[in-house]
Each structure stands twice: as C-alpha cells, then as structure tokens.
C-alpha cells in the first residue's frame, strides 16, 4: 500500500521507518541501494566474522544447540535428520551451521552476499549460486534462511525465487525478529532488534505466512 506512517518515535531520525498502514508491515523506508548492502557486508566480514575468533566460537556453539532444537521440532512431526538427503542455507556466512548438518551425512549448500562470505562457503566447498550456476537446477528438501529474510533488499522476488529450488516436501525453516512482538511495538527503533541497514524489514508471522502462500 502507498499509505504509510512513520515508524520512528524520533521523527528526525537519520535513517527513517514506515509502516504500512494496510497491513502494518515496517520497513526501512528508503531501502538502501544493492550498492550500499555489499560495501556493509564486505566491511562486516572483513571487520568481525573474519577476525573475531570469539565470535566465531560464540556462533559454532550456538549453531550446535539449534541443530539439537531443530532434531526435537522435527520429531514433533514424526521427522528425523536422516529423511533429508540435502539442505540449502540462504544466509549461511561462514558455513558453522552447515557444518553441523555434514556431520549428520546431508548434503550440504549455501549462499550469502559479499566476496567475504563466499570466499569462506567457497574454502568449504559448500558454495551454492542459485542464479549463476551452469549445472541442472539443484532441488533440495531442507531449506534454511535463519535470521535472513529480514535483511533481503527485496524478499519478494527473491524468496519465490528460492522456493523454486526446493522439493514437494521440503521443510522450509526461518527465524526472523517479530515485528508484531510487544517490545517492536514499544520500543520502536530502540528495539533491540531494530538494526538500520540490515534489519530492513520487520515482519509478521502473518507477513511471513503471506509471502509464502504468494510463492506457492
């Protein structure tokens, strides 16, 4: 909808939000360009993910309980590790968190934005383009965007765009900031959660079940 409203309680802000009034979705409004997104994340990698070792064993850590949480949410659905034969992270950075599914024997793929984290996914073999690859289109049955879609330029094209590569059956799991939670609502862009330049979108569970009936 062309009706907004601004989302900045500081309405001086240097790096305003809108909010939709149609469908209360918020969103850095203007987005930044694709430009600006590399030159960030080329400097995020090359300033903290490559040069922090404590962040990178803070992630690894973390990255061992989600695959504990994620063997217990699908043996709520009768599922194990052992009934997927391949997983596609979109956002996978340094590949910590693929590495926990090669572990379990899944075939393992990825992709993030920036030289930065390619290079890493590359050093790995984990590396997965779904634009630009030559070979048959890859079909996966676990798809993984954790903490990503909120920092997609343009979810969607590109979400619908990732779907197309997936099984009947995939799993899709994501996890992305609640922008309907109490403390969004609140706190606004003092929200913890509220990061300019990256957190371009604050979405709904129920933005998020549209985007994906859209995609099919």
């Known amino acids: 909808s062309d ?22 979705l918020i969103f850095q409004n203007p987005l930044p360009s694709e430009n600006q997104l590399h030159n960030h994340y080329l400097s995020y990698h090359e300033s903290k993910v490559r040069t922090d070792p404590n962040l990178l064993s803070a992630r690894n850590s973390a990255y061992k309980q989600d695959i504990e949480l994620l063997i217990k949410s699908l043996s709520l659905i009768s599922l194990s590790l052992s009934d997927f034969s391949s997983v596609f992270d979109y956002g996978a950075s340094t590949g910590l968190y693929l590495d926990q599914f ?79 939670s109490t403390a969004c609502q609140i706190y606004r ?10 957190h371009l979108w604050h979405f709904s569970p129920h933005h998020i079940i549209q985007l994906l009936s859209h995609s099919n």
Request: glycine share 4%; hydrophobic share 30%.
């Open 3 to 24: 009706n907004l409203s601004s989302f900045n309680n500081d309405l001086e802000s240097k790096i305003p939000f809108s909010r939709c009034t149609y469908c209360n």
């Open 189 to 198: 862009e003092n929200w913890k959660m509220h990061v300019p330049m990256e």
């Open 102 to 180: 090669k572990k379990n024997n899944l075939r393992v793929y990825g992709w993030d934005y920036g030289e930065g984290a390619t290079a890493y996914l590359q050093s790995k073999n984990y590396y997965y383009d779904l634009w630009n690859n030559d070979s048959d289109s890859m079909i996966f049955d676990l798809l993984t965007m954790r903490g990503v879609i909120e920092h997609i330029r343009d979810p969607f094209t590109i979400v619908p765009q990732i779907l197309s590569n997936i099984a009947p059956k995939c799993v899709y799991i994501s996890a992305t900031p609640n922008g309907s």
